[in-house]
């Protein structure tokens, strides 16, 4: 595809479930990052990869979150037992990386968790 | 850890100029970066700063000081189609590739 993609565009999930959030990058770009931005505030970085190495996983809020990258270019984010406190719009970016390091994002995936 | 610091929000007239400013303490520096981003929408690229003075891009400009710690992104001719949340990131060293957003300045624009 020409973007990022993001699926499913919208989640409502039940506190307590478990929710899989999926990215599928621009075609050859190496990097790949998870941000998570909440109503009315700027994305915050979650994780980041480097083909199937996750390099950076500093942001990720709890050991609930999970983010994979197996092949290099599929990236799936998991979050386990979700809390009221995970609503947020989840945003996938990606990059060429070596030195091109312009990021572009999918549309996110709008969870709400009731 | 590094901090940024934007306006809230901010409302200009309809073929006017505005200029949202941004702020930065970082423990290191790599470039600075503007995105644009309509309510329910992606962010999207506008510019990208390394180095000190104006980069202009058609009705865009984005200025940047690294010895302050300050960036602005100007808007010429204003339309009603800006009206959208403009993010300012910094790509610090020492953070690999990760940016750091603030928390965008929404701008309304007037007929």
Redesign the interface.
Known sequence: GAG?SQSPRYKVAKRGQDVALRCDPISGHV?L?W?QQAL??????LT?F?NEAQ??KS?LPSDRFFAERPEGSVSTLKIQRTQQEDSAVY?CAS?L?QGN????????TRLTVT | GQNIDQPTEMTATEGAIVQINCTYQTSGFNGLFWYQQHAGEAPTFLSYNVLDGLEEKGRFSSFLSRSKGYSYLLLKELQMKDSASYLCAVWGKGSGDKLTFGTGTRLAVRP
């Open positions: 990022v990097s990052f941000y009315g505030q700027g994305p915050e970085f980041y480097q390099l950076d942001g945003l990059s990386g390091y312009e990021q572009y994002f999918g549309p996110g």
